[in-house]
């Protein structure tokens, strides 16, 4: 299983008997995905930042 790096977490527990349908999985993955994005943006935001500072 993937580990959101950023977040330095897993879900624990969420092993492949949890998910019951085809649906479950994917939400799983979309929290990964989404995790992902608010990473990119919270580091683009972090370089922007640092960039403008004198």
Same mark, same amino acid.
């Given at each position: 299983?993937?580990?959101?790096?950023? +977040?330095?977490?897993?879900?624990? /527990?969420?092993? @492949?008997?949890?998910?019951?349908?085809?649906?479950? +999985?994917?939400?799983?993955?979309? /929290?990964?995905? @989404?995790?992902?994005?608010?990473?990119?943006?919270?580091?683009?935001?972090?370089?922007?930042?640092?960039? @403008?500072?004198?």
């Amino acid at each position: 299983m993937p580990i959101p790096i950023c +977040i330095g977490v897993s879900p624990d /527990g969420l092993w @492949l008997e949890a998910f019951q349908t085809d649906q479950d +999985i994917r939400a799983y993955w979309r /929290g990964y995905a @989404l995790a992902g994005v608010v990473c990119a943006v919270l580091l683009i935001i972090e370089l922007v930042a640092i960039h @403008l500072l004198p």
